[in-house]
């Protein structure tokens, strides 16, 4: 009840802005997010935040990652198209921290998500990214985002790759 408190009082004095759609969400304004990113940072705390956040995201993805492939997948999709900033967000971060657990849970919990929504240019560019610096990581979970990189190659027309991919995840695995 206090939470929800704060928050009317956020949206009366146009701090944050309802947004629409099937969960109740919330935007910050840039100026507001812009402040409290600096207040963070200032208190020694951002980097704190986004670990946090970006493991959330993998959360999400890994769970994601199961569901995709289910009846709930239409449900699954549009959970993923609302948190689709939030998850290229946390991915990015990952990425150039080179944080190899939480980058491949995104990485092999999002790929199904990319080939339904037709960004497959982007969904394989992501993946190889990913691959680039997790060489050395769990093998299971290296062999997973092999298999959707695999796929994404293939349904981009570049067998080659596809094949290469496949076998190494075979390799990994």
Do not use: K
């Amino acid at each position: 009840e206090e939470l929800l408190d704060l928050l009317s009082a956020l949206v009366d004095h146009s701090l944050v802005r309802p947004e629409p759609g099937n969960v109740p969400r919330f935007r910050m304004l840039e100026t507001m997010r812009e402040y409290a990113l600096e207040r963070l940072e200032e208190a020694g705390e951002a980097e704190a935040v986004r670990r946090a956040h970006a493991e959330h995201f993998a959360s999400l993805a890994a769970a994601a990652e199961r569901e995709l492939v289910g009846p709930g997948q239409g449900a699954w999709l549009r959970r993923l198209d609302e948190e689709h900033a939030n998850l290229r967000a946390a991915l990015a971060w990952t990425e150039e921290r080179r944080e190899a657990a939480p980058a491949l849970d995104l990485a092999a919990g999002l790929w199904r998500y990319c080939l339904a929504r037709g960004l497959i240019r982007e969904g394989r560019a992501r993946l190889d990214a990913v691959l680039a610096f997790t060489s050395t990581a769990d093998p299971a979970a290296r062999a997973r985002v092999l298999n959707g990189a695999a796929t994404l190659a293939h349904n981009e027309g570049d067998n080659r790759a596809a094949q290469r991919l496949l076998q190494e995840a075979l390799a990994v695995h």
